[in-house]
C-alpha cells in the first residue's frame, strides 16, 4: 500500500459506521475484544483519537496525571455521554479527519482496523479487510513494544499468512487469516482459535 496511510483509515472508518448502524439498542453494551470495554466505549475511543491533536493529546495526558488508562477513559465517558447513536453521529463526523495523538503513522492505522474488529467479531459482523494494509500493521506492532508490547508476545515466532504471501520472524509457526495474526499480535486472545502451528500454543501463554 503507499506510504499515506489516511485513505484506508478513512474507508475502514465509513465501512465500521455503515454496519454500526444496524446495531439494535442492546447489542451496543455487548463487551468487545478490547478487555473492560463495551463496543460502545470501543466506538468512543475510536472517535477520540480521530479528533485529537498532539497539542491536546499533551494537555489531557497532563490532567490525567500521565496515567494512560485513566486518560483514555476520562476521554470515552466524554464522547460517550450521549448515548451510543450520538457517538455514532460524532464518529461518522471525524471519519475523514487526518487528527491524532503524537505518535508513528502505523499506529493509527493499526487503531483503525484492530479497533474495528474489536466491536465486529463480538457482533456477528463479517468484514473483508485490505491485507495489504493488515500485514503492514502487523510488521509495526511486531517490530516494538510501545503500549501493546507486540514485540515482545511474537518473538520467537514465525507468522504466516494463508491469505497472502506474507510471514514474519523465525521459529515455531503461527499461520492463519492475516486479520486473525494482527489481533493475536496486538493480544487479543479471541483470535488464536483461528490459527494453526506448533507456535500457537506458545503465543496464548504470552
Keep these: 500500500m503507499a506510504d499515506d496511510i489516511w485513505p484506508v483509515v478513512h474507508a475502514e ?17 455487548t463487551p468487545s475484544l478490547s478487555s473492560g470495554w463495551t463496543v460502545h466505549q470501543v466506538l468512543a475511543h475510536m472517535t477520540a483519537t480521530a479528533s485529537m491533536t498532539p497539542p491536546q493529546f499533551l494537555l489531557k495526558m497532563a490532567a490525567s496525571g500521565f496515567r494512560f488508562n485513566r486518560f483514555a477513559d476520562k476521554q470515552i465517558a466524554r464522547v460517550s455521554a450521549h448515548g451510543p447513536m450520538a457517538t455514532l453521529e460524532s ?17 493509527w492505522l493499526g487503531e483503525t482496523l484492530v479497533h474495528s474488529e474489536d466491536i465486529r467479531r463480538p457482533l456477528g459482523f463479517e468484514h473483508e479487510y485490505p491485507v495489504d494494509a493488515v500485514v503492514r500493521v502487523i510488521d509495526f506492532y511486531a517490530g516494538s513494544n510501545v503500549l501493546i508490547g507486540g514485540k515482545k508476545r511474537v518473538e520467537g515466532l514465525t507468522l504466516k499468512a494463508t491469505d497472502a504471501d506474507w510471514s514474519h520472524g523465525s521459529g515455531p509457526v503461527v499461520e492463519g487469516p492475516a486479520m486473525s495474526l494482527l489481533l493475536a499480535t496486538a493480544g487479543r486472545k479471541a483470535a488464536l482459535d483461528d490459527l494453526t502451528g506448533p507456535g500457537v500454543e506458545q503465543l496464548r501463554t504470552r
Design 13 to 29: 472508518r465509513k465501512a465500521l459506521a455503515t454496519d454500526l448502524a444496524f446495531v439494535t439498542p442492546e447489542q451496543w453494551f
Design 91 to 107: 464518529f461518522r463526523e471525524v471519519e475523514t479527519s487526518t487528527a491524532a495523538p503524537p505518535g508513528p503513522k502505523l499506529s
